[in-house]
């Protein structure tokens, strides 16, 4: 059993000071250097792809919260870090499907490792500027059984593009290949659709260049396409989903989770919430695994498809495994499955680094928060720290049932504790105590209840309470949260 020890004024005052990690919102690198650039003359005028946008069934609330589609820049140190030395090891599911989409993976992989992206230049002398980011796509058509490469040029400097409104207007420099954006802007939310003379192509594969930000900043366009680190990285898409790579992704979660927790036990790290105690037992598995879902499912893709929107997060880890989210950037730079901050070296990886050197965290941002094991690991101290910060009560109901109270460490996780006082806070007008808190039930038929909501006891049955407005992003992570932990129990 943990002890509920309260903590040093000192210490609870220093963690005030936490920032939050999830803020806002396969294959290696490619190992060539980039072709010679090529000039403006001859290459079509932009065109706007047209964007419809995915309607919500009638009554549906929409969380209007800053999406996942808007997505950071990728630093370059981030595309230059250690990749793993094997390629991660095929899903064993029942079926043929499953291994059919990884020789289509793998074979587009090898197609684009030599594929030259087309950087054009526009002005001359010191008014000449890099015009656009060049992303070119392995296509494989089902009825002629062959390959194709799509290359498209997106906008630059990155236009801030949401869901359903102007469409993404992007250039299109294959003109017998019709192109269509569908989401996402950056390295790993950017999804296009396909086809040719009226014929669906299927995307396996997808090469995208990174650039040196301290090049673009000096203006030095020459340099920065030749310099640029092109990552031969797919996306998730329908045609790579399988329920196979769902179930596998879940399994692989919760293996490395459990590879985490008892790296932390061998290492004897001890808890800051609960003096006496190990980190390893102070934080459950599901919270971690459940994490790592939550933070790269996109709040409008859980309202419209909910539980299918966590299962295509889970379809990504189970076919890339270590790769998956290796590239996902928020707009708040949060990077990685994890989503850690940098902040110029004071950001959430560093404090976690410095505050919990037992864990022997790997010290260096970029390869450490792009890590799946290593910043599993770094989650399990922030939220250890963001658990020893907070109210005795809370505390104590969370070591009575972690699972459910479990939301108040993950609201810190993703606003940090400011956010868990005005959670205790909302819960308190709401009349609703700790140890009514509850895990979700049935919606009673005719409610008109609106989630997202926090679920209370009340004698055998549990009932839907709408969460009041604090921080909608919060409240969404807080309901992502409760519909999707039991599933890693």
Not at 424 to 442: A, N
Not at 464 to 480: A, G
């Amino acid at each position: 059993m943990m002890k509920t020890t309260a903590l040093p004024l000192v210490l609870a005052l220093m963690l005030v000071s936490l920032i939050c990690a999830g803020c806002a919102t396969t294959g290696g690198t490619a190992d060539e250097e980039e072709p010679p650039v090529i000039d403006a003359e001859g290459v079509p005028a932009a065109e706007a792809a047209p964007v419809e946008p995915t309607p919500t069934e009638a009554g549906a609330v929409v969380a209007d919260t800053g999406s996942k589609q808007q997505e950071g820049e990728v630093p370059l140190a981030v595309a230059e870090s250690e990749q793993p030395e094997a390629p991660p090891e095929e899903v064993v599911v029942q079926g043929r499907r499953h291994e059919v989409i990884h020789d289509l993976v793998a074979e587009a992989q090898a197609l684009l490792e030599n594929v030259e992206l087309q950087y054009v230049f526009t002005g001359k002398g010191k008014n000449q500027v890099l015009r656009g980011r060049p992303v070119a796509f392995a296509l494989w058509s089902e009825t002629k059984q062959e390959w194709s490469v799509a290359q498209i040029e997106l906008p630059r400097p990155p236009i801030k593009w949401k869901p359903g409104r102007k469409p993404l207007p992007f250039r299109n420099l294959t003109p017998d290949i019709q192109a269509r954006h569908v989401k996402g802007t950056g390295a790993e939310r950017l999804m296009f659709s396909f086809s040719q003379d009226g014929v669906p192509l299927k995307v396996y594969g997808r090469k995208f260049p990174v650039f040196d930000n301290n090049l673009i900043k000096r203006r030095q366009w020459r340099a920065v396409a030749q310099t640029a680190k092109p990552i031969v990285y797919l996306p998730f898409t329908e045609d790579t989903f399988d329920p196979g790579f769902v179930a596998g992704g879940k399994d692989f979660l919760i293996a490395t989770a459990r590879q985490a927790i008892e790296e932390l036990r061998l290492a004897k790290v001890p808890s800051a919430a609960f003096p006496g105690e190990l980190l390893a037992d102070s934080i459950p598995i599901q919270v971690i695994t459940t994490l790592a879902v939550i933070e790269q499912t996109d709040d409008r893709d859980y309202v419209e498809k909910q539980g299918l929107a966590f299962d295509e997060v889970l379809s990504q880890y189970g076919l890339k495994q270590e790769e998956a989210y290796r590239y996902s950037v928020s707009s708040a730079n949060a990077i990685g499955p994890m989503q850690f901050t940098n902040r110029r070296g004071n950001g959430t990886y560093s404090l976690v680094v410095r505050r919990c050197r037992g864990a022997k965290l790997d010290p260096n941002f970029e390869r450490g928060a792009t890590n799946l094991l290593n910043a599993m690991k770094a989650a399990v101290c922030l939220l250890d720290l963001e658990l020893a910060a907070m109210r005795s009560d809370i505390r104590t109901a969370y070591v009575a049932n972690p699972a459910v109270l479990g939301i108040f460490p993950v609201a810190a996780y993703n606003g940090g504790p400011r956010n868990v006082t005005k959670l205790y806070r909302v819960l308190t007008r709401m009349k609703v105590d700790l140890d009514e808190l509850s895990r979700p039930g049935e919606h009673p038929e005719g409610s008109n209840v609106k989630c997202p909501c926090v679920w209370k006891a009340e004698g055998e049955n549990v009932r839907p309470v709408t969460i009041p407005k604090y921080n909608n992003e919060n409240r969404w992570y807080i309901e992502k949260y409760q519909s999707i932990v039991s599933l890693f129990e």
